[in-house]
């Protein structure tokens, strides 16, 4: 288990590396920017993939936790292909929860055609649970994060309604760096005629950003309902 994790307030779960970049990487600035303490869990290396390998993709893993100056990124090292929701796999990422004691977790949207981000998704919910449970062997206090919260990193040909979107128009350029630091998934062996993968990716954050009035923009889900102090806080 990992040594001395530090405290966070938001822990984004991805189901391989890159995920958390393509998803909500302008959130992750925004919420580091803002003062708060934010960690990456990637679930698997993500490998095997045409270009890449395991050297490779940790490599790229560390250059886009630089871009973005993450507070803590951690690999679970669960299996690429065939993550499931074991009671094993459970075990471990509810002591990871227990340990970085985050107030806000975000995960995969739940739905998808990729199994590893279905079962991402399941596995934090399981975990999210247990990670309150007393009596039992798992590291750390019993904690139970406050919420959930959903990104999209979908391959599904979906047209999201998402719950609310976020304005990252400053945070653009930083989490464009994270996903280019990436090049064996998103460069290498890929069309160079437009539009390339990552004017895709500008016009989706671009289509979110016009949605609520700003240049880019990131939609999360949630499951629960989501709460406001006052509707001063409403954009």
């Known amino acids: 288990m990992i040594e001395n994790p530090p405290q966070l307030d938001a822990l984004v779960i991805a189901p391989h590396p890159d995920d ?27 490998e095997p993939t045409p270009f890449g390998s395991p050297e490779i993709r940790r490599e790229e893993t560390a250059a886009a936790t630089q871009a973005l100056d993450l507070t803590w990124r951690y690999n679970a090292g669960l299996p690429n292909r065939s993550l499931e929701p074991t009671l094993a796999a459970r075990e471990l990422i509810a002591g990871i929860f227990r340990l970085t004691r985050p107030r ?20 934090v919910e399981a975990a999210r ?21 959903y990104y999209y990193c979908v391959h599904l040909k979906l047209t999201p309604q ?29 069309s160079a005629e437009p539009p390339t993968f ?36 409403l954009f």
Do not use: N
Not at 106 to 117: I, K, N, Q, R
Not at 129 to 149: A, Q, V
Not at 163 to 190: C, H, M, N, P
Not at 199 to 228: H, N, Q, V
């Open 162 to 190: 998402p719950d609310f979107i976020l304005d990252i128009s400053d945070q653009w350029e930083t989490k464009l760096k994270s996903i280019e630091a990436y090049q064996s998934q998103f460069v290498v062996g890929r």
């Open 104 to 123: 806000w977790l975000f995960a995969p949207y739940w739905e998808d055609a990729h199994p590893d981000h279905i079962a991402a998704t399941a596995l």
């Open 198 to 233: 990552v004017d895709r990716l500008r016009d989706e954050a671009a289509y979110w950003g016009k949605a609520i009035g700003c240049r880019y923009g990131e939609p999360f889900a949630s499951r629960e309902p989501i709460a406001l102090r006052s509707l001063r806080e």
């Open 20 to 46: 958390a970049e393509l998803g909500m990487g302008g959130a992750i600035v925004k919420m580091l920017s803002e003062g708060l303490k934010v960690g990456v869990l990637d679930l698997t290396s993500g």
């Open 129 to 149: 649970f247990w990670s309150k449970l007393s009596k039992t062997e798992m590291p750390g206090d019993p904690y139970h994060p406050e919420r959930i919260y």
